[in-house]
């Protein structure tokens, strides 16, 4: 297959809605640069790792389905790429932006599409050609993401007629020299339940014993990890208030010798803060009951939806 050759900036891009026009280069495109500007002055990666790791527990729907894994063979592909498009809505709102059209919202009064894919490339819509696009790369197997700021030029997308609904890639070389990347490559926490053996996870997500019995084996295979609230939801899939079975079990788990601690609770907070461990609402970690022992190294906080309205 021949090498695409994309024209570069101060040629002319021909676009069959709007005529042509000159290809600016990001720094010269004073919209795009508005644009960046307002995004760089928010935690843009922190608020699209939120944005992300909600649209994934939305997708997985654990607190119904049990699952955990977006790369599940349990997960269909279909349910996969939704993420992209619930991804649309938690950014609107975890960043307060309104929904409007002719795209998906607007940032300082620059029509913005706002695009997300788990695979290598975005479908851009023929309405967002030539339009200012954020676009959102999530590796799932290196639990990663990152976005970048563009201007998707017709003359910098693949050619030919994409897909049914005639929406087209962005071509490699024009994301890499005519785009603004908004941060770098950023983690994603991964779900904890994923540290769990295979035995292990049979064990916590059977049907029976009940709730507490399986939360309290969770507690031990996980002492010293970060737990967030959706992996309760998730261990009591199908079950009725598995948050309330949670906070059942703090007087059982100290007969076993584990100080369980919930970011809820102020004096829970405090005693983690005494540990070196900061516990956000809706977070909870087990501690052995040993002020000798040396903790284990906490790992990054899996936020929620609550902690984003926070």
Same mark, same amino acid.
């Given at each position: 297959?021949?090498?695409?050759?994309?024209?570069?900036?101060?040629?002319?891009?021909?676009?069959?809605?709007?005529?042509?026009?000159?290809?600016?280069?990001?720094?010269?495109?004073?919209?795009?640069?508005?644009?960046?500007?307002?995004?760089?002055?928010?935690?843009?990666?922190?608020?699209?790792?939120?944005?992300?790791?909600?649209?994934?527990?939305?997708? &997985?729907?654990? !607190?119904?389905?049990?699952?955990?894994?977006?790369?599940?063979?349990? $997960? +269909?592909?279909? #349910?996969?790429? @939704? %993420?992209?498009?619930?991804?649309?809505?938690?950014?609107?709102?975890?960043?307060?932006?309104?929904?409007?059209?002719?795209?998906?919202?607007?940032?300082?009064?620059?029509?913005?599409?706002?695009?997300?894919?788990?695979?290598?490339?975005?479908?851009?819509?023929?309405?967002?050609?030539?339009?200012?696009?954020?676009?959102?790369?999530?590796?799932?197997?290196?639990?990663?993401?990152?976005?970048?700021?563009?201007?998707?030029?017709?003359?910098? &997308?693949?050619? !030919?007629?994409?897909?049914?609904?005639?929406?087209?890639?962005?071509? $490699? +070389?024009?994301? #890499?020299?005519? @785009? %603004?990347?908004?941060?770098?490559?950023?983690?994603?926490?991964?779900?904890?339940?994923?540290?769990?053996?295979?035995?292990?996870?049979?064990?916590?997500?059977?049907?029976?014993?009940?709730?507490?019995?399986?939360?309290?084996?969770?507690?031990?295979?996980?002492?010293?990890?970060?737990?967030?609230?959706?992996?309760?939801?998730?261990?009591?899939?199908?079950?009725?208030?598995?948050?309330?079975?949670?906070?059942?079990?703090?007087?059982?788990?100290?007969?076993? !010798?584990?100080?369980?601690?919930?970011?809820?609770?102020?004096?829970?907070?405090?005693?983690?803060?005494?540990?070196?461990?900061?516990?956000?609402?809706?977070?909870?970690?087990?501690?052995?009951?040993?002020?000798?022992?040396?903790?284990?190294?906490?790992?990054?906080?899996?936020?929620?939806?609550?902690?984003?309205?926070?």
């Amino acid at each position: 297959m021949a090498r695409l050759i994309l024209q570069a900036p101060g040629e002319l891009c021909v676009n069959a809605d709007s005529g042509e026009h000159q290809l600016l280069a990001p720094e010269d495109d004073t919209e795009l640069q508005s644009v960046a500007a307002w995004l760089t002055e928010r935690p843009v990666a922190d608020f699209y790792t939120d944005a992300i790791r909600n649209s994934i527990d939305y997708v &997985l729907d654990g !607190g119904r389905t049990g699952r955990f894994d977006l790369l599940s063979p349990k $997960v +269909h592909p279909g #349910e996969r790429a @939704s %993420v992209g498009a619930k991804l649309e809505y938690e950014v609107l709102r975890i960043f307060g932006l309104p929904k409007a059209k002719p795209l998906d919202t607007l940032i300082s009064g620059a029509p913005v599409d706002i695009k997300a894919t788990v695979g290598d490339n975005w479908a851009i819509p023929t309405e967002a050609h030539c339009k200012l696009c954020i676009c959102t790369q999530i590796q799932l197997k290196k639990s990663r993401h990152k976005s970048w700021l563009v201007r998707a030029h017709t003359s910098w &997308l693949y050619r !030919g007629k994409g897909n049914k609904d005639q929406k087209r890639g962005l071509a $490699v +070389h024009a994301r #890499e020299h005519w @785009s %603004v990347p908004l941060y770098d490559w950023t983690d994603l926490p991964i779900n904890p339940l994923s540290y769990l053996t295979e035995d292990q996870a049979t064990q916590v997500l059977a049907k029976k014993p009940g709730q507490v019995e399986r939360m309290l084996k969770l507690f031990h295979f996980l002492e010293g990890h970060i737990i967030p609230r959706n992996v309760f939801l998730t261990v009591g899939a199908g079950k009725q208030d598995p948050m309330r079975r949670a906070r059942q079990l703090r007087d059982r788990a100290a007969k076993e !010798g584990l100080t369980v601690l919930c970011g809820t609770w102020v004096d829970s907070r405090e005693q983690a803060a005494a540990r070196g461990i900061t516990l956000r609402s809706g977070e909870w970690i087990a501690l052995r009951e040993d002020p000798g022992k040396t903790e284990p190294e906490s790992l990054l906080a899996w936020p929620t939806e609550q902690d984003t309205k926070e």
